[in-house]
Protein backbone atom coordinates (compact mmCIF):
# COMPACT_ATOMS: atom_id res chain seq x y z
CA UNK A 1 0.00 0.00 0.00
CA UNK A 2 2.89 2.66 1.09
CA UNK A 3 4.19 1.60 -2.31
CA UNK A 4 1.21 1.63 -3.93
CA UNK A 5 0.95 5.57 -2.53
CA UNK A 6 4.46 6.95 -3.51
CA UNK A 7 3.64 5.44 -7.30
CA UNK A 8 0.41 7.42 -6.90
CA UNK A 9 2.41 10.86 -5.87
CA UNK A 10 5.51 10.23 -7.76
CA UNK A 11 2.50 10.62 -11.02
CA UNK A 12 1.32 13.88 -10.19
CA UNK A 13 4.57 15.39 -8.73
CA UNK A 14 6.61 14.74 -12.22
CA UNK A 15 4.20 16.63 -14.58
CA UNK A 16 3.88 19.20 -11.96
CA UNK A 17 7.57 19.41 -11.79
CA UNK A 18 8.37 19.39 -15.46
CA UNK A 19 5.76 21.97 -16.29
CA UNK A 20 8.29 24.48 -13.92
CA UNK A 21 10.82 24.32 -15.88
CA UNK A 22 12.01 25.40 -19.91
CA UNK A 23 12.71 22.61 -22.25
CA UNK A 24 14.70 23.13 -25.56
CA UNK A 25 12.57 20.99 -27.88
CA UNK A 26 14.94 21.61 -31.39
CA UNK A 27 17.69 23.52 -32.59
CA UNK A 28 20.29 23.44 -35.13
CA UNK A 29 23.31 23.97 -33.41
CA UNK A 30 24.05 23.74 -29.34
CA UNK A 31 27.55 25.38 -28.09
CA UNK A 32 28.53 25.31 -24.26
CA UNK A 33 29.10 28.62 -23.35
CA UNK A 34 29.63 30.44 -19.90
CA UNK A 35 29.32 33.95 -18.80
CA UNK A 36 30.17 35.84 -15.38
CA UNK A 37 30.04 32.14 -13.63
CA UNK A 38 27.11 30.77 -14.99
CA UNK A 39 26.75 28.03 -17.48
CA UNK A 40 24.19 28.43 -20.03
CA UNK A 41 23.41 26.87 -23.90
CA UNK A 42 24.14 28.59 -27.17
CA UNK A 43 21.07 27.67 -29.43
CA UNK A 44 21.66 28.66 -33.22
CA UNK A 45 18.88 27.87 -35.84
CA UNK A 46 15.32 27.37 -35.89
CA UNK A 47 15.41 27.43 -31.58
CA UNK A 48 11.95 25.98 -30.31
CA UNK A 49 11.54 26.24 -26.61
CA UNK A 50 8.22 24.79 -24.62
CA UNK A 51 7.06 25.59 -21.16
CA UNK A 52 3.40 24.09 -21.14
CA UNK A 53 1.21 25.21 -23.64
CA UNK A 54 3.84 28.41 -24.36
CA UNK A 55 6.15 28.07 -26.83
CA UNK A 56 9.21 30.10 -28.01
CA UNK A 57 10.43 30.38 -31.82
CA UNK A 58 13.78 32.63 -32.65
CA UNK A 59 16.79 32.43 -34.57
CA UNK A 60 19.13 31.87 -31.20
CA UNK A 61 18.71 31.81 -27.85
CA UNK A 62 20.86 31.86 -24.44
CA UNK A 63 19.67 29.50 -22.50
CA UNK A 64 20.17 28.83 -19.01
CA UNK A 65 19.03 25.52 -17.39
CA UNK A 66 20.06 26.25 -13.68
CA UNK A 67 18.20 29.75 -13.62
CA UNK A 68 15.52 28.66 -15.81
CA UNK A 69 15.91 31.26 -18.24
CA UNK A 70 15.95 32.41 -21.98
CA UNK A 71 17.42 35.28 -23.70
CA UNK A 72 16.56 34.83 -27.36
CA UNK A 73 17.53 36.58 -30.19
CA UNK A 74 16.26 37.39 -34.07
CA UNK A 75 12.82 36.47 -35.15
CA UNK A 76 11.06 35.70 -32.21
CA UNK A 77 7.42 34.54 -31.81
CA UNK A 78 5.59 33.05 -28.77
CA UNK A 79 2.81 31.47 -29.04
CA UNK A 80 0.14 30.64 -26.10
CA UNK A 81 -2.01 27.53 -27.51
CA UNK A 82 -4.22 28.60 -29.92
CA UNK A 83 -5.32 31.97 -28.72
CA UNK A 84 -2.01 34.27 -28.28
CA UNK A 85 0.50 34.58 -31.06
CA UNK A 86 3.58 37.98 -29.91
CA UNK A 87 6.87 38.55 -31.77
CA UNK A 88 9.60 40.75 -30.54
CA UNK A 89 13.50 41.17 -31.74
CA UNK A 90 14.02 40.61 -28.26
CA UNK A 91 12.82 38.94 -25.40
CA UNK A 92 14.44 37.83 -21.89
CA UNK A 93 11.99 35.04 -20.50
CA UNK A 94 12.12 34.03 -16.87
CA UNK A 95 10.48 30.37 -16.32
CA UNK A 96 10.12 30.42 -12.78
CA UNK A 97 7.89 33.88 -12.65
CA UNK A 98 6.51 32.84 -16.25
CA UNK A 99 7.16 36.47 -17.40
CA UNK A 100 8.48 37.03 -21.20
CA UNK A 101 9.94 40.52 -21.24
CA UNK A 102 9.74 41.42 -25.05
CA UNK A 103 11.50 44.60 -26.48
CA UNK A 104 11.38 46.18 -30.10
CA UNK A 105 8.80 45.77 -32.76
CA UNK A 106 6.75 43.61 -30.34
CA UNK A 107 3.09 42.51 -32.34
CA UNK A 108 0.92 40.92 -29.04
CA UNK A 109 -2.16 39.14 -31.06
CA UNK A 110 -4.86 38.03 -29.10
CA UNK A 111 -6.29 35.96 -31.64
CA UNK A 112 -9.65 37.10 -33.22
CA UNK A 113 -10.12 39.82 -31.06
CA UNK A 114 -6.96 42.37 -30.97
CA UNK A 115 -3.29 43.17 -31.61
CA UNK A 116 -1.27 45.34 -29.30
CA UNK A 117 1.60 47.46 -30.99
CA UNK A 118 4.83 48.40 -28.50
CA UNK A 119 8.67 48.60 -28.22
CA UNK A 120 7.94 47.31 -24.75
CA UNK A 121 5.99 44.65 -23.24
CA UNK A 122 5.47 42.42 -20.21
CA UNK A 123 3.42 39.15 -20.85
CA UNK A 124 2.90 37.38 -17.19
CA UNK A 125 1.57 34.03 -18.35
CA UNK A 126 0.45 33.24 -14.39
CA UNK A 127 -1.42 36.71 -14.26
CA UNK A 128 -3.13 36.00 -17.87
CA UNK A 129 -1.70 40.01 -18.66
CA UNK A 130 0.33 42.17 -20.94
CA UNK A 131 1.83 45.37 -19.94
CA UNK A 132 3.56 47.86 -21.78
CA UNK A 133 4.87 50.92 -20.25
CA UNK A 134 6.50 52.91 -22.93
CA UNK A 135 4.00 53.66 -25.09
CA UNK A 136 1.23 51.36 -27.35
CA UNK A 137 -0.93 50.66 -29.51
CA UNK A 138 -3.68 48.28 -29.46
CA UNK A 139 -6.37 47.42 -32.62
CA UNK A 140 -9.00 45.62 -33.29
CA UNK A 141 -11.49 45.60 -35.80
CA UNK A 142 -13.21 49.04 -34.80
CA UNK A 143 -11.01 50.94 -32.93
CA UNK A 144 -7.24 51.72 -32.27
CA UNK A 145 -6.43 53.08 -28.84
CA UNK A 146 -2.90 54.49 -27.92
CA UNK A 147 -1.26 55.45 -24.80
CA UNK A 148 1.94 56.12 -22.92
CA UNK A 149 0.81 52.94 -20.55
CA UNK A 150 -1.53 49.75 -21.02
CA UNK A 151 -2.71 46.55 -19.74
CA UNK A 152 -4.43 43.80 -21.56
CA UNK A 153 -6.20 41.03 -19.27
CA UNK A 154 -6.47 37.75 -21.66
CA UNK A 155 -9.19 36.26 -19.68
CA UNK A 156 -11.74 38.70 -20.06
CA UNK A 157 -10.02 40.80 -22.73
CA UNK A 158 -10.36 44.09 -20.61
CA UNK A 159 -7.45 46.82 -21.57
CA UNK A 160 -6.58 49.51 -19.44
CA UNK A 161 -5.24 52.11 -20.97
CA UNK A 162 -3.46 55.04 -19.26
CA UNK A 163 -1.65 58.81 -19.67
CA UNK A 164 -2.17 60.49 -22.99
CA UNK A 165 -4.83 57.91 -24.20
CA UNK A 166 -6.17 59.00 -28.32
CA UNK A 167 -9.06 56.74 -29.82
CA UNK A 168 -9.72 56.73 -33.13
CA UNK A 169 -11.93 55.00 -35.32
CA UNK A 170 -14.37 55.80 -38.85
CA UNK A 171 -16.95 57.53 -36.39
CA UNK A 172 -15.16 59.26 -33.71
CA UNK A 173 -11.91 60.65 -32.05
CA UNK A 174 -11.28 60.73 -28.55
CA UNK A 175 -8.73 61.82 -25.89
CA UNK A 176 -8.44 61.15 -22.16
CA UNK A 177 -6.16 60.22 -19.31
CA UNK A 178 -7.28 56.69 -18.31
CA UNK A 179 -9.76 54.78 -20.29
CA UNK A 180 -10.93 50.77 -20.60
CA UNK A 181 -11.68 48.87 -23.58
CA UNK A 182 -13.41 45.34 -24.14
CA UNK A 183 -12.08 44.07 -27.36
CA UNK A 184 -14.62 41.14 -27.47
CA UNK A 185 -17.71 42.92 -26.53
CA UNK A 186 -16.28 46.48 -28.51
CA UNK A 187 -17.61 48.20 -25.42
CA UNK A 188 -15.34 51.51 -23.83
CA UNK A 189 -15.52 52.29 -20.13
CA UNK A 190 -14.84 56.35 -19.55
CA UNK A 191 -12.49 56.20 -16.00
CA UNK A 192 -11.41 59.90 -16.36
CA UNK A 193 -12.71 62.92 -18.46
CA UNK A 194 -12.77 61.73 -21.65
CA UNK A 195 -13.78 63.49 -24.98
CA UNK A 196 -15.35 62.29 -27.97
CA UNK A 197 -15.80 64.06 -31.56
CA UNK A 198 -17.68 62.05 -33.79
CA UNK A 199 -17.03 62.78 -37.74
CA UNK A 200 -20.26 65.19 -37.55
CA UNK A 201 -18.55 67.47 -35.87
CA UNK A 202 -20.10 66.49 -31.75
CA UNK A 203 -18.04 66.85 -29.44
CA UNK A 204 -18.93 65.09 -26.03
CA UNK A 205 -16.85 65.40 -22.46
CA UNK A 206 -17.83 61.91 -20.70
CA UNK A 207 -16.55 61.38 -16.63
CA UNK A 208 -17.42 57.89 -15.94
CA UNK A 209 -20.01 55.80 -18.08
CA UNK A 210 -19.68 53.11 -21.23
CA UNK A 211 -20.38 53.32 -24.99
CA UNK A 212 -20.94 50.42 -27.14
CA UNK A 213 -19.12 50.89 -30.30
CA UNK A 214 -21.39 48.03 -31.64
CA UNK A 215 -24.47 49.23 -30.62
CA UNK A 216 -23.77 52.99 -30.79
CA UNK A 217 -25.06 53.31 -27.32
CA UNK A 218 -24.44 54.87 -24.51
CA UNK A 219 -24.58 54.98 -20.14
CA UNK A 220 -22.43 58.01 -19.11
CA UNK A 221 -22.55 59.85 -16.21
CA UNK A 222 -21.26 63.89 -15.60
CA UNK A 223 -20.19 65.11 -18.32
CA UNK A 224 -21.36 67.53 -21.96
CA UNK A 225 -22.30 66.73 -24.96
CA UNK A 226 -21.49 69.67 -27.76
CA UNK A 227 -22.19 70.09 -31.58
CA UNK A 228 -20.99 73.13 -33.56
CA UNK A 229 -24.50 74.54 -32.56
CA UNK A 230 -25.87 72.97 -29.44
CA UNK A 231 -24.48 71.67 -26.23
CA UNK A 232 -26.10 69.44 -23.62
CA UNK A 233 -25.26 68.44 -20.17
CA UNK A 234 -26.86 66.41 -16.96
CA UNK A 235 -26.03 64.17 -14.53
CA UNK A 236 -26.61 61.09 -16.38
CA UNK A 237 -26.60 60.29 -20.28
CA UNK A 238 -28.54 57.34 -22.59
CA UNK A 239 -26.90 57.89 -25.71
CA UNK A 240 -27.37 56.15 -28.98
CA UNK A 241 -25.41 57.19 -31.98
CA UNK A 242 -27.59 55.21 -34.60
CA UNK A 243 -31.03 56.64 -33.82
CA UNK A 244 -29.21 60.22 -32.86
CA UNK A 245 -31.22 59.86 -29.82
CA UNK A 246 -30.06 61.64 -26.66
CA UNK A 247 -31.10 61.93 -23.39
CA UNK A 248 -29.71 63.20 -20.47
CA UNK A 249 -31.21 62.99 -16.70
CA UNK A 250 -30.75 64.80 -14.01
CA UNK A 251 -30.11 68.81 -13.84
CA UNK A 252 -30.21 68.78 -17.77
CA UNK A 253 -28.81 72.19 -19.54
CA UNK A 254 -29.51 72.43 -23.14
CA UNK A 255 -27.48 76.04 -24.68
CA UNK A 256 -28.16 77.16 -28.15
CA UNK A 257 -25.29 78.94 -29.31
CA UNK A 258 -26.40 80.42 -31.68
CA UNK A 259 -29.38 81.97 -30.05
CA UNK A 260 -27.61 82.04 -26.78
CA UNK A 261 -29.67 80.47 -25.34
CA UNK A 262 -29.95 77.87 -22.22
CA UNK A 263 -32.69 75.20 -21.27
CA UNK A 264 -32.67 73.94 -18.23
CA UNK A 265 -34.85 71.40 -16.60
CA UNK A 266 -34.53 67.59 -14.54
CA UNK A 267 -35.17 65.37 -17.31
CA UNK A 268 -34.82 65.99 -21.30
CA UNK A 269 -33.65 64.39 -24.90
CA UNK A 270 -32.74 65.87 -27.93
CA UNK A 271 -33.70 63.61 -31.42
CA UNK A 272 -30.77 64.88 -33.74
CA UNK A 273 -32.61 63.58 -36.63
CA UNK A 274 -35.76 65.22 -36.20
CA UNK A 275 -34.14 68.23 -34.85
CA UNK A 276 -36.29 68.13 -31.66
CA UNK A 277 -35.08 68.96 -27.79
CA UNK A 278 -37.42 68.60 -25.02
CA UNK A 279 -36.69 69.37 -21.42
CA UNK A 280 -39.75 69.07 -18.87
CA UNK A 281 -39.64 68.89 -14.81
CA UNK A 282 -38.77 72.52 -13.40
CA UNK A 283 -37.70 73.15 -16.46
CA UNK A 284 -36.90 77.18 -18.03
CA UNK A 285 -34.97 78.94 -20.61
CA UNK A 286 -32.46 81.96 -20.20
CA UNK A 287 -31.51 84.10 -23.30
CA UNK A 288 -29.34 86.93 -23.04
CA UNK A 289 -30.50 90.01 -24.63
CA UNK A 290 -28.18 92.45 -25.93
CA UNK A 291 -28.30 95.08 -23.31
CA UNK A 292 -26.69 91.76 -20.83
CA UNK A 293 -30.66 91.44 -19.08
CA UNK A 294 -32.04 88.01 -19.46
CA UNK A 295 -35.36 86.57 -20.49
CA UNK A 296 -36.51 84.20 -18.27
CA UNK A 297 -39.25 81.56 -19.03
CA UNK A 298 -40.29 78.99 -17.32
CA UNK A 299 -43.16 75.82 -18.23
CA UNK A 300 -44.23 72.34 -17.15
CA UNK A 301 -42.39 71.40 -21.06
CA UNK A 302 -39.79 73.53 -23.26
CA UNK A 303 -39.46 72.25 -26.81
CA UNK A 304 -36.93 73.51 -29.36
CA UNK A 305 -37.25 72.46 -32.72
CA UNK A 306 -34.47 72.85 -35.62
CA UNK A 307 -34.62 72.76 -39.34
CA UNK A 308 -32.32 74.07 -41.93
CA UNK A 309 -35.30 76.00 -42.92
CA UNK A 310 -35.25 79.08 -40.58
CA UNK A 311 -38.88 79.42 -40.85
CA UNK A 312 -39.39 76.32 -39.42
CA UNK A 313 -37.50 76.97 -36.31
CA UNK A 314 -39.41 77.48 -33.19
CA UNK A 315 -39.34 77.31 -29.55
CA UNK A 316 -42.49 76.20 -27.54
CA UNK A 317 -43.63 76.26 -23.93
CA UNK A 318 -46.77 74.43 -22.95
CA UNK A 319 -48.49 74.75 -19.51
CA UNK A 320 -48.04 77.21 -16.63
CA UNK A 321 -45.94 79.38 -18.86
CA UNK A 322 -44.35 82.41 -16.67
CA UNK A 323 -41.76 85.06 -18.21
CA UNK A 324 -39.40 87.13 -16.03
CA UNK A 325 -37.12 89.79 -17.23
CA UNK A 326 -36.63 93.14 -15.63
CA UNK A 327 -38.54 95.35 -17.18
CA UNK A 328 -40.93 92.46 -18.57
CA UNK A 329 -43.28 89.77 -16.87
CA UNK A 330 -45.84 87.65 -17.49
CA UNK A 331 -47.39 84.38 -17.84
CA UNK A 332 -49.79 82.39 -20.48
CA UNK A 333 -50.71 78.28 -20.62
CA UNK A 334 -48.51 78.05 -23.84
CA UNK A 335 -45.72 79.63 -26.01
CA UNK A 336 -44.18 79.70 -29.38
CA UNK A 337 -41.45 81.65 -30.26
CA UNK A 338 -40.28 81.61 -34.03
CA UNK A 339 -36.76 83.22 -34.26
CA UNK A 340 -36.93 84.04 -38.49
CA UNK A 341 -39.39 86.82 -37.87
CA UNK A 342 -38.15 87.13 -34.08
CA UNK A 343 -41.78 86.87 -32.51
CA UNK A 344 -42.90 85.58 -29.15
CA UNK A 345 -46.73 84.30 -29.10
CA UNK A 346 -48.68 83.64 -25.70
CA UNK A 347 -52.29 81.75 -26.19
CA UNK A 348 -54.87 81.23 -23.53
CA UNK A 349 -55.32 83.59 -21.21
CA UNK A 350 -51.80 85.92 -21.76
CA UNK A 351 -51.05 88.83 -18.99
CA UNK A 352 -47.94 90.89 -19.24
CA UNK A 353 -46.65 93.28 -17.06
CA UNK A 354 -44.32 96.01 -18.37
CA UNK A 355 -43.13 98.07 -15.95
CA UNK A 356 -46.48 99.65 -14.44
CA UNK A 357 -48.54 98.57 -16.86
CA UNK A 358 -50.58 95.49 -17.39
CA UNK A 359 -52.03 93.95 -20.78
CA UNK A 360 -54.35 91.34 -21.41
CA UNK A 361 -56.08 90.56 -24.40
CA UNK A 362 -57.69 87.07 -26.26
CA UNK A 363 -53.67 86.52 -27.62
CA UNK A 364 -50.70 88.29 -27.21
CA UNK A 365 -47.72 88.53 -29.98
CA UNK A 366 -44.34 90.45 -28.92
CA UNK A 367 -42.31 91.34 -31.64
CA UNK A 368 -38.05 91.27 -30.37
CA UNK A 369 -35.51 93.27 -31.86
CA UNK A 370 -31.55 93.21 -31.51
CA UNK A 371 -32.54 90.32 -28.82
CA UNK A 372 -35.05 93.49 -26.67
CA UNK A 373 -38.59 94.01 -27.32
CA UNK A 374 -39.76 96.20 -30.01
CA UNK A 375 -43.91 95.78 -30.07
CA UNK A 376 -46.38 93.87 -28.15
CA UNK A 377 -49.73 93.51 -30.21
CA UNK A 378 -52.97 92.77 -28.09
CA UNK A 379 -55.05 90.81 -30.39
CA UNK A 380 -59.01 90.74 -29.65
CA UNK A 381 -60.09 92.18 -26.41
CA UNK A 382 -57.32 93.98 -25.39
CA UNK A 383 -56.97 96.12 -22.51
CA UNK A 384 -54.05 97.71 -20.53
CA UNK A 385 -54.24 98.89 -16.93
CA UNK A 386 -51.65 101.23 -15.30
CA UNK A 387 -51.61 101.66 -11.67
CA UNK A 388 -50.09 105.48 -10.83
CA UNK A 389 -48.59 106.53 -7.64
CA UNK A 390 -51.79 107.28 -5.70
CA UNK A 391 -53.09 103.92 -6.75
CA UNK A 392 -55.13 104.84 -9.58
CA UNK A 393 -55.88 102.79 -12.25
CA UNK A 394 -55.59 104.13 -15.94
CA UNK A 395 -57.07 102.14 -18.22
CA UNK A 396 -57.19 101.34 -22.16
CA UNK A 397 -59.70 99.29 -24.04
CA UNK A 398 -59.99 97.86 -27.69
CA UNK A 399 -60.54 95.44 -29.98
CA UNK A 400 -57.01 95.68 -30.97
CA UNK A 401 -53.48 97.14 -29.53
CA UNK A 402 -50.35 97.60 -30.00
CA UNK A 403 -47.89 98.63 -27.89
CA UNK A 404 -44.62 100.42 -29.28
CA UNK A 405 -40.99 100.39 -26.99
CA UNK A 406 -38.35 102.48 -27.10
CA UNK A 407 -35.41 100.76 -25.48
CA UNK A 408 -36.97 98.83 -22.16
CA UNK A 409 -39.91 101.57 -21.55
CA UNK A 410 -43.16 101.93 -23.68
CA UNK A 411 -42.90 104.89 -26.04
CA UNK A 412 -46.96 104.62 -27.07
CA UNK A 413 -49.74 102.58 -27.42
CA UNK A 414 -52.12 102.17 -30.84
CA UNK A 415 -55.47 101.27 -29.96
CA UNK A 416 -57.66 100.57 -33.35
CA UNK A 417 -61.53 99.97 -33.01
CA UNK A 418 -63.82 100.41 -30.19
CA UNK A 419 -61.31 102.63 -27.85
CA UNK A 420 -62.47 103.28 -24.54
CA UNK A 421 -59.76 104.61 -21.88
CA UNK A 422 -60.51 105.93 -18.23
CA UNK A 423 -57.51 108.18 -16.88
CA UNK A 424 -57.18 109.98 -13.95
CA UNK A 425 -55.72 113.60 -14.33
CA UNK A 426 -53.16 114.47 -10.74
CA UNK A 427 -51.57 117.48 -10.12
CA UNK A 428 -48.87 118.45 -7.18
CA UNK A 429 -49.69 119.82 -4.16
CA UNK A 430 -47.51 121.29 -1.42
CA UNK A 431 -48.22 120.81 1.85
CA UNK A 432 -46.60 121.56 5.38
CA UNK A 433 -46.47 118.47 7.97
CA UNK A 434 -46.65 119.07 11.58
CA UNK A 435 -43.00 119.09 11.53
CA UNK A 436 -43.24 122.13 9.84
CA UNK A 437 -41.59 120.73 6.98
CA UNK A 438 -42.90 121.28 3.17
CA UNK A 439 -43.93 117.67 1.40
CA UNK A 440 -44.85 117.58 -1.94
CA UNK A 441 -47.93 114.84 -2.66
CA UNK A 442 -49.66 114.02 -5.75
CA UNK A 443 -53.65 114.87 -5.50
CA UNK A 444 -56.25 113.54 -7.77
CA UNK A 445 -58.19 116.27 -9.50
CA UNK A 446 -60.42 114.55 -11.98
CA UNK A 447 -61.22 111.55 -14.33
CA UNK A 448 -61.30 111.56 -18.03
CA UNK A 449 -63.31 109.14 -19.44
CA UNK A 450 -63.36 108.96 -23.54
CA UNK A 451 -64.72 106.55 -25.59
CA UNK A 452 -63.07 106.63 -29.20
CA UNK A 453 -62.43 104.16 -31.99
CA UNK A 454 -59.14 104.72 -32.63
CA UNK A 455 -56.34 106.94 -30.20
CA UNK A 456 -52.74 106.90 -29.60
CA UNK A 457 -51.52 106.87 -26.15
CA UNK A 458 -48.20 108.59 -25.34
CA UNK A 459 -46.10 107.50 -22.26
CA UNK A 460 -42.99 109.01 -20.28
CA UNK A 461 -40.80 107.31 -17.98
CA UNK A 462 -43.52 104.35 -18.52
CA UNK A 463 -46.35 106.36 -17.66
CA UNK A 464 -49.36 107.92 -19.60
CA UNK A 465 -48.66 111.34 -21.08
CA UNK A 466 -50.76 112.25 -23.21
CA UNK A 467 -53.80 110.67 -25.30
CA UNK A 468 -54.29 111.39 -28.83
CA UNK A 469 -58.21 110.64 -29.96
CA UNK A 470 -59.42 109.93 -34.18
CA UNK A 471 -62.72 110.22 -35.49
CA UNK A 472 -65.22 111.98 -32.46
CA UNK A 473 -64.27 111.09 -29.22
CA UNK A 474 -66.90 111.59 -26.66
CA UNK A 475 -64.78 112.91 -23.39
CA UNK A 476 -66.13 114.01 -19.94
CA UNK A 477 -64.42 115.14 -17.15
CA UNK A 478 -65.84 114.34 -13.86
CA UNK A 479 -64.14 115.73 -10.69
CA UNK A 480 -63.67 113.43 -7.82
CA UNK A 481 -67.05 114.31 -5.59
CA UNK A 482 -68.88 113.49 -8.72
CA UNK A 483 -67.19 109.68 -9.10
CA UNK A 484 -69.95 106.73 -9.45
CA UNK A 485 -68.22 103.21 -8.57
CA UNK A 486 -68.99 102.37 -11.55
CA UNK A 487 -67.88 105.16 -13.74
CA UNK A 488 -64.16 104.09 -12.36
CA UNK A 489 -63.87 100.73 -14.14
CA UNK A 490 -63.85 100.28 -17.76
CA UNK A 491 -66.46 96.84 -18.66
CA UNK A 492 -63.65 93.73 -18.38
CA UNK A 493 -61.47 95.21 -15.64
CA UNK A 494 -59.35 92.86 -13.80
CA UNK A 495 -56.04 94.00 -11.85
CA UNK A 496 -54.26 91.27 -11.36
CA UNK A 497 -51.05 92.36 -9.67
CA UNK A 498 -50.77 88.87 -7.30
CA UNK A 499 -50.02 87.36 -10.40
CA UNK A 500 -47.15 88.86 -11.55
CA UNK A 501 -44.45 86.27 -11.30
CA UNK A 502 -41.01 87.15 -9.28
CA UNK A 503 -37.74 86.00 -11.04
CA UNK A 504 -37.88 82.94 -8.18
CA UNK A 505 -40.75 81.84 -9.64
CA UNK A 506 -39.60 81.53 -13.03
CA UNK A 507 -35.72 80.19 -12.34
CA UNK A 508 -36.31 77.13 -11.07
CA UNK A 509 -33.92 74.61 -8.99
CA UNK A 510 -33.52 71.42 -11.13
CA UNK A 511 -34.87 68.57 -8.42
CA UNK A 512 -33.69 65.23 -10.02
CA UNK A 513 -29.81 64.68 -9.00
CA UNK A 514 -28.94 61.02 -10.41
CA UNK A 515 -26.11 59.94 -7.93
Not at 13 to 20: F, N, V, Y
Not at 181 to 189: H, M, Q, R
Not at 403 to 413: E, K, L, P, S, Y
Request: hydrophobic share 35%; glycine share 6%.
Amino acid sequence: MRALSLILLLAVSLPLMAQKKVKLTQADNLIGSAKEGQRFDRLLGNVVLQQNRTTIYCDSAHFYKALNRVEAFGRIRITEGDSVNCTANALTYDGNSKIAYLRRNVVFTKLGLATLYTDFLDYDRQKNEARYFNGGKLVDSTNTLTSQKGYYFLPNNMASFKKNVVGVSPDYTLTSDTLQYNSKTKIIYFRDSTQVTDKEGKTAIYQNGFYDTNQKTSNLSNGQIETPNNRLKGDKYYLDDIRKFYKAVGRVAMTSKEENMTVFGDDGYYDRKKGISKVYGNAYVAKVADDGDTLFLSADTLVSIESADPRQKRLLAYHHVKIFKRDLQGSADSLAYLPADSMLHLYQDPILWANGNQLTSDSIRMLMKNKAIHRIFLVANAFVIQEDTVKNYNQIKGRKMTAFFNGQAIDHVIVEGNGESIYYATQEEKIVNDKKEEVVLMATVGLNKIICSNMRINFRDGKVNNITFYKKPDAQLIPPHEWKEDQKRLRGFAWRGKERPGRADVVKTPGKTIP
